[in-house]
């Protein structure tokens, strides 16, 4: 057994002298009203912390809650559909899984995945210099707590979709010298840009200034903050995050509320040597992630973000 000293996205030990085992689970309630499109969403933010850690998943089970009361077993069958489509995708394979009687339909999956250990990607072990890139746009928060209002303007729905049920899947596409020059990474979810960026940040010693004119925006995020369309989460995260954000007064406040924002099934942040992060981000955009952006680089400091 090997223990890290910080806490990662997902339980890890060693099967052997080169392989870690990658274990964990998520469930969300339903973002979107097609059933089959929640359970997509639902296994691609479930799936996200193995290849959060650059690993690949290998099997899954399902985690269901299901009101069979007041729903109609096709909805469940639906959202089953829909995880089963992401699981393959992710060249995984679905074993079943358990359900419960509920109130509220909830969904999501335990995952199990492997990466060679030498790798293997970590929450801390960025470095002065690093270049951090963002593979998918902000604004999911927002722009699901617009579509609930019926709020939302055609099209920023579809977007955000696609986004939240694309798999981040980049350590399958990555050349073997790319992947190993990734000093660490984590998935962007419901603790906000911010919330995770920091803990980037908990090895001590390294803080990062953020480029908040390059952040990847979702269509009609911005509007929404305007609107005052901010997801409950968000407020949170800004009460939680925002005194170890330096700057915030210089940026507009519908700005600071992407940096916020509580994210469902968001991207992969990534610290990169800067010298390669031009290739890294081309190399994002041609494996489908056309959002890609560096947005900010590591330096020397007090595990804080400066704007």
């Known amino acids: 057994m090997t223990s890290w000293a910080h806490g990662e996205d997902a339980a890890l030990w060693m099967v052997d002298e080169q392989r870690a085992g990658i274990f964990t689970l998520d469930f969300i309630t339903p973002v979107v009203d097609d059933p089959f499109i929640f ?3 639902a296994a691609a933010n479930s799936l996200s912390d ?3 850690m650059g690993g690949r998943p290998l099997v899954a089970l399902n985690i269901v809650g299901f009101p069979v009361n007041c729903q109609p077993l096709e909805v469940l069958t639906e959202i089953l559909k829909g995880g089963q489509d992401r699981v393959a995708a ?3 394979f679905l074993a079943g899984g358990h359900s419960v009687e509920d109130e509220e339909p909830k969904y999501g999956l335990a995952v199990y995945g492997e990466v060679l250990a030498d790798r293997m990607w970590k929450i801390t072990g960025a470095r002065p210099g690093d270049s951090l890139i963002l593979t998918k746009p902000l604004g999911t928060g927002l722009i699901i707590t617009a579509f609930q209002a019926e709020m939302d303007e ?3 729905i579809d977007a955000a979709v696609d986004s939240m049920r694309m798999l981040n899947d980049l350590p399958r596409r990555l050349p073997k010298d790319l992947s190993s020059a990734v000093h ?5 979810t419901g603790f906000s840009l911010a919330g995770h960026l920091l803990d980037m940040l908990s090895g001590g010693g390294i803080g990062v200034r953020l480029f908040t ?3 990847p925006l979702l269509p009609g995020a911005l509007e929404k903050a305007d609107m005052g369309l901010v997801p409950a ?3 949170r995260n800004r009460e939680l995050y925002s005194p170890r954000v330096d700057g915030l007064e210089s940026v507009p406040s519908s700005l600071s509320d992407l940096i916020f924002d509580a994210q469902t099934s968001g991207g992969l942040l990534l610290a990169v040597p800067d010298e390669v992060s031009d290739e890294f981000v081309g190399l994002c955009k041609s494996s489908g992630f056309s959002h890609a952006s560096k947005i900010g680089v590591f330096t020397e400091g007090p595990g804080k973000i400066s704007l």
């Open 154 to 156: 055609p099209g920023e």
């Open 184 to 188: 660490a990474c984590t998935d962007v």
């Open 39 to 41: 359970g997509q969403i």
């Open 90 to 92: 992710a060249g995984a």
């Open 233 to 235: 989460g968000s407020y």
């Open 213 to 215: 004119g390059e952040l």
């Open 50 to 52: 193995v290849f959060a």
